[in-house]
T-cell receptor, first 114, second 112 residues
Framework: EADIYQTPRYLVIGTGKKITLECSQT?????MYWYQQDPGMELHLIHY???????EKGDLSSESTVSRIRTEHFPLTLESARPSHTSQYLC?????????????FGSGTRLTVV | GDSVTQMEGPVTLSEEAFLTINCTYT??????LFWYVQYPGEGLQLLLK?????DKGSNKGFEATYRKETTSFHLEKGSVQVSDSAVYFC???????????FGTGTRLAVRP
C-alpha cells in the first residue's frame, strides 16, 4: 500500500496552461523531493524540501516551483506549460536514518503538453 | 562530484537465464549503495541496499555486493522471470551530500 500519493497519474494539457502536480505523504517525513524523468529514463532532481517552509532547487534547472506549507504536502506548479515540460514527474520522501535514507517514491505523474 | 555508471540496456534475456547488471560508482568517503526497480507505469521501489564495504544486499532472489576495491555494486539474479521485466537503477547516498545520486537506469526485458 502506497504511503505517498501523486495526482493525477496522467495529464494532457495545452501549451500556456497553469498546472499543479500534487504529492502527499502520510509517513510524517520531513524530507521530500521532486524528480523529473526523461524518456531515456534518467532521473533528475529538480526540487527538494527539508521541512515546512523549506524549499531548494535541485541539480537540474526547472521552470517549475514548489511549496511546503504542510509537512505532508509538496505540490509542484508550472505557471505556463510548454511542450518541453513533457515528462514523468516523481515525488519522493525520506526519513533521516543515517546511512540509509529510506526513500519512498510515488507512482508518478506523466505530463504531456501539446 | 559523485556519480554512478550503469551498463546500457536494454538487456534481453530468456526466462531462467542468469542476470548481471553492472554498476560502478565514483565518490569520496563511504557512500551507501542501492538498487531501485521501476516496473512499467510505476514509481521506484527499493530493491536492496548495502551500507558498507563487503556488505551483501539481497531481496526477491536479487543480490549485490558492495566492493570498495573495485567501486562496484553489480546486481545479479540466478534465474530471471518474466515478472522481473523492469528498469533497474543503481544509486548512492552520502549523508554529507544528503541526496541520492542515480545511474541512468538499465531496462531488462525477460522473454517467456
Amino acid at each position: 500500500e502506497a504511503d505517498i500519493y501523486q495526482t493525477p497519474r496522467y495529464l494532457v494539457i495545452g501549451t500556456g496552461k497553469k498546472i499543479t502536480l500534487e504529492c502527499s505523504q502520510t509517513m510524517g517525513h520531513d524530507k521530500m523531493y521532486w524528480y523529473q524523468q526523461d524518456p531515456g529514463m534518467e532521473l533528475h532532481l529538480i526540487h527538494y524540501s527539508y521541512g515546512v517552509n523549506s524549499t531548494e532547487k535541485g541539480d537540474l534547472s526547472s521552470e517549475s516551483t514548489v511549496s511546503r506549507i504542510r509537512t505532508e504536502h509538496f505540490p509542484l506548479t508550472l505557471e505556463s506549460a510548454r511542450p518541453s515540460h513533457t515528462s514523468q514527474y516523481l515525488c519522493a520522501s525520506s526519513e533521516e536514518r543515517g546511512r540509509h535514507p529510506g526513500y519512498t517514491f510515488g507512482s508518478g505523474t506523466r505530463l504531456t503538453v501539446v | 562530484g559523485d556519480s554512478v555508471t550503469q551498463m546500457e540496456g536494454p538487456v534481453t534475456l530468456s526466462e531462467e537465464a542468469f542476470l548481471t547488471i553492472n554498476c560502478t560508482y565514483t565518490a569520496t568517503g563511504y557512500p551507501s549503495l542501492f538498487w531501485y526497480v521501476q516496473y512499467p507505469g510505476e514509481g521506484l521501489q527499493l530493491l536492496l541496499k548495502a551500507t558498507k564495504a563487503d556488505d551483501k544486499g539481497s531481496n526477491k532472489g536479487f543480490e549485490a555486493t558492495y566492493r570498495k576495491e573495485t567501486t562496484s555494486f553489480h546486481l545479479e539474479k540466478g534465474s530471471v522471470q518474466v515478472s522481473d521485466s523492469a528498469v533497474y537503477f543503481c544509486a548512492l547516498y552520502k549523508s554529507s551530500g544528503d541526496k541520492l545520486t542515480f545511474g541512468t537506469g538499465t531496462r531488462l526485458a525477460v522473454r517467456p
